[in-house]
């Protein structure tokens, strides 16, 4: 299926015709063409939103919640139809698609929908010298937002809805790895009433329409998610240019697990947060620490747990792990592995490619641990991203919490202990955005999501989210004493 850019409501073919082919991993095939949209293409869009701009932005926030609430009922509505599709351009298994990615592309909308109602600004009177300050949180104009191919419809819509629900017209490119969901949003959004030009969709690479995106002189705020290497491209790029930038970046997250957790629980939860989505989550706990008393024991049964996991054709109602992403991506983590053994790290478990019956050509890899007994090696400094997680021992509470904070990345980490004095102080000292205690990926939209250190600036998410989408501005009112 050949996809089209999508510009005022309308879809079309980029000015100069040139195109990227779209890959089912599960089959290792192309299975269809994207628009590499050029500068021109970006400008178009841009004239579009800049177009529609001064109308949306004087619509009323009960008129924005009412089309943002219906493309979320829409979503819903064509759950299988987005979620296979998530699936195919993906590698993901539908089952996931189906009960994590789409629906929670319908809750973005639907918070923000809900959310636009109830945002407020500030008010200050200044006693003692007749005046009173307001602040005005206006809309910023034309905003980009870029999003990466892990969860695609998931953080696109993540960073759209807030974008639109506060009044901006947006200029948005998904990842071209994975642009199908993307792009049938866009019959939805028409569905749904959204005003022509208030969301342009353009495709294409990173390094052509991405960097278009981001050095568009009147594009004034850019948010993006992403790898860290990008980011600080990106960085460079708008920061001379004075935009507002969010920067959601990588992470290596530590998943630090204490003697005197619920075991069971922690267990269950472990495997998920290493391997969910084929490990390709920016939130996923790659670092695991165990204290040395418990250490033998979870080595143990989490091998076992991750045994049975089951990689298998995306379509398959059992497959636990699908495909990974791409050709190049699967070569990454495979790059890693070998990294690991000249490390002298210890493969316990995986490993290994995996050819799948019917799919030989496809990209599938066994869920991996790694036994490292060095903090400094490569696979616990630098991010993989895919289904490899190691595994490491620790003593003492201190020696945890130096592990922990010893990387560049700061995305987030989970703690399983009972102990709440060590909950409050890891709590405070981890370096790093979020933090999860006896729990994993437990999201509260309302929550300020990001990372610090090379995980990125800023925050999305509740107000965090339409606090950057729009340009606070003071008042100030002197009136007769
Ligand atoms: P990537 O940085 O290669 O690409 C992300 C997006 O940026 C894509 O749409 C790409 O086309 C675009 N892009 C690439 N170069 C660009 C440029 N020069 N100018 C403008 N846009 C450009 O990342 P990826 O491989 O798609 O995604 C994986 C990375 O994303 C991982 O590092 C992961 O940790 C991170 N991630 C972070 C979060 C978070 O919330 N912190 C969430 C998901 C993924």
Same mark, same amino acid.
């Given at each position: 299926?050949?996809?089209?850019?999508?510009?005022?409501?309308?879809?079309?073919?980029?000015?100069?015709?040139?195109?990227?082919?779209?890959?089912? #991993?599960?089959?290792?095939?192309?299975?269809?063409?994207?628009?590499?949209?050029?500068?021109?293409?970006?400008?178009?869009?841009?004239?579009?939103?800049?177009?529609?701009? $001064?109308?949306?932005?004087?619509?009323?926030?009960?008129?924005?919640?009412?089309?943002?609430?219906?493309?979320?009922?829409?979503?819903?509505?064509?759950?299988?139809?987005?979620?296979?599709?998530?699936?195919?351009?993906?590698?993901?298994?539908?089952?996931?698609?189906?009960?994590?990615?789409? #629906?929670?592309?319908?809750?973005?909308?639907?918070?923000?929908?809900?959310?636009?109602?109830?945002?407020?600004?500030?008010?200050?009177?200044?006693?003692?010298?007749?005046?009173?300050?307001?602040?005005?949180?206006?809309?910023?104009?034309?905003?980009?937002?870029?999003?990466?191919?892990?969860?695609?419809?998931?953080?696109?819509?993540?960073?759209?809805?807030?974008? =639109?629900?506060?009044?901006?017209?947006?200029?948005?490119?998904?990842?071209?790895?994975?642009? =199908?969901?993307?792009?049938?949003?866009?019959?939805?959004?028409?569905?749904?009433?959204?005003?022509?030009?208030?969301?342009?969709?353009?495709?294409?690479?990173?390094?052509?329409?991405?960097?278009?995106?981001?050095?568009? $002189?009147?594009?004034?705020?850019?948010?993006? *998610?992403?790898?860290?290497?990008?980011?600080?491209?990106?960085?460079?790029?708008?920061?001379?240019?004075?935009?507002?930038?969010?920067?959601?970046?990588?992470?290596?997250?530590?998943?630090?697990?204490?003697?005197?957790?619920?075991?069971?629980?922690?267990?269950?939860?472990?495997?998920?947060?290493?391997?969910?989505?084929?490990?390709?989550?920016?939130?996923?706990?790659?670092?695991?620490?165990?204290?040395?008393?418990?250490?033998?024991?979870?080595?143990?049964?989490?091998?076992?747990?991750?045994?049975?996991?089951?990689?298998?054709?995306?379509?398959?109602?059992?497959?636990?792990?699908?495909?990974?992403?791409?050709?190049?991506?699967?070569?990454?983590?495979?790059?890693?592995?070998?990294?690991?053994?000249?490390?002298?790290?210890?493969?316990?478990?995986?490993?290994?490619?995996?050819? !799948?019956?019917?799919?030989?050509?496809?990209?599938?890899?066994?869920?991996?641990?790694?036994?490292?007994?060095?903090?400094?090696?490569?696979?616990?400094?630098?991010?993989?991203?895919?289904?490899?997680?190691? !595994? =490491?021992?620790?003593?003492?509470?201190?020696?945890?919490? !130096?592990?922990?904070?010893?990387?560049?990345?700061?995305?987030?980490?989970?703690?399983? *202990?009972?102990?709440?004095?060590? *909950? =409050?102080?890891?709590?405070?000292?981890?370096?790093?955005?979020?933090?999860?205690?006896?729990?994993?990926?437990?999201?509260?939209?309302?929550?300020?999501?990001?990372?610090?250190?090379?995980?990125?600036?800023?925050?999305?998410?509740?107000?965090?989210?339409?606090?950057?989408? *729009?340009? $606070?501005?003071?008042?100030?009112?002197?009136?007769?004493?």
């Amino acid at each position: 299926m050949n996809i089209k850019n999508y510009i005022n409501a309308e879809f079309v073919n980029p000015i100069d015709e040139k195109y990227l082919d779209n890959y089912n #991993p599960s089959i290792g095939k192309v299975y269809g063409q994207i628009p590499n949209s050029s500068k021109e293409d970006v400008e178009t869009a841009y004239r579009a939103a800049a177009k529609a701009f $001064p109308k949306w932005s004087a619509t009323s926030l009960e008129e924005r919640s009412k089309i943002l609430s219906k493309i979320a009922y829409l979503i819903l509505g064509k759950l299988d139809v987005l979620a296979e599709a998530e699936s195919k351009d993906n590698g993901k298994p539908i089952s996931l698609a189906k009960s994590v990615d789409i #629906p929670r592309a319908a809750s973005n909308f639907q918070f923000f929908a809900n959310a636009i109602t109830q945002f407020s600004s500030e008010a200050h009177e200044s006693v003692g010298f007749n005046a009173v300050n307001f602040t005005l949180r206006q809309p910023i104009g034309v905003v980009g937002c870029i999003s990466p191919w892990n969860l695609p419809l998931y953080l696109f819509t993540w960073k759209i809805a807030p974008a =639109m629900a506060a009044g901006n017209c947006v200029v948005a490119k998904p990842s071209e790895i994975t642009p =199908m969901t993307a792009f049938l949003l866009g019959e939805i959004c028409n569905e749904a009433g959204l005003p022509k030009g208030v969301l342009n969709i353009v495709h294409g690479l990173g390094t052509t329409t991405g960097q278009a995106i981001v050095a568009h $002189p009147n594009i004034k705020a850019i948010s993006f *998610t992403g790898g860290t290497k990008t980011g600080a491209h990106i960085a460079s790029i708008a920061a001379p240019m004075f935009k507002k930038l969010s920067l959601e970046l990588g992470g290596k997250n530590p998943n630090i697990i204490f003697a005197d957790c619920d075991y069971e629980k922690m267990l269950a939860t472990t495997v998920r947060s290493s391997f969910s989505n084929q490990g390709q989550i920016c939130l996923c706990g790659s670092r695991i620490l165990i204290e040395e008393k418990i250490y033998d024991q979870f080595k143990k049964d989490f091998i076992k747990k991750v045994k049975q996991l089951n990689v298998d054709h995306p379509s398959k109602s059992n497959s636990d792990i699908g495909a990974l992403v791409s050709k190049e991506h699967l070569e990454k983590i495979e790059s890693y592995i070998e990294i690991a053994e000249n490390e002298g790290g210890k493969i316990v478990c995986g490993g290994l490619e995996v050819t !799948i019956p019917g799919f030989e050509n496809g990209y599938y890899f066994q869920p991996t641990i790694i036994e490292v007994t060095d903090n400094s090696c490569r696979v616990n400094q630098e991010e993989i991203f895919g289904p490899v997680v190691t !595994i =490491m021992s620790f003593k003492t509470d201190e020696e945890a919490l !130096i592990l922990a904070n010893d990387t560049k990345y700061g995305l987030s980490s989970t703690i399983w *202990t009972n102990n709440l004095n060590r *909950t =409050m102080q890891f709590s405070k000292q981890l370096q790093t955005g979020i933090v999860w205690v006896n729990t994993w990926m437990l999201r509260d939209l309302r929550t300020p999501f990001g990372g610090i250190k090379d995980s990125g600036v800023g925050r999305e998410g509740g107000f965090e989210a339409l606090r950057f989408f *729009t340009e $606070p501005k003071n008042v100030c009112i002197k009136f007769p004493s």
